[in-house]
């Protein structure tokens, strides 16, 4: 019980670290239309990865826990999609965002190893 709460902990931070991250970078942003609109695409969606969890976390059932879950996994597809929007339309470099890139793949296979051994133990 107490590896799962230290786990959450865990997960609830790296979670909000990520969204800071994301703001971060959105202010790194240069100016420009395109910036701006991929911008607040991937702010919104990568932002809202740490909040999804939190209430995730506090669902009343596994199927409400999953489908939570599967939001979140659909916000951080998002926000891959749109960080490399901006790579690949060349308003920023790879090298400024490929960690950001691999933290988002990261926090990916951890949320579908969570659905999937809930889904195996439900």
Known sequence: MREAIEADNDLRQ????????????YNALPAGQVAK??????LRSGS??????REAFRSRSDAEFIAKI????KELDETA???????ESEVMPLEKLAALLDETDQLIAIFTTIVKN???KG
């Open 37 to 42: 609109v991929i911008g607040n695409q991937v």
């Open 81 to 87: 999609y749109w960080l490399e929007l901006l790579v």
């Open 118 to 120: 809930k889904k195996k």
């Open 48 to 53: 809202s990865v740490g909040a999804n969890y």
């Open 14 to 25: 790296r979670t909000k670290t990520f969204a800071l991250r994301i703001i971060r970078m």
């Open 70 to 73: 599967g939001e979140i996994l």
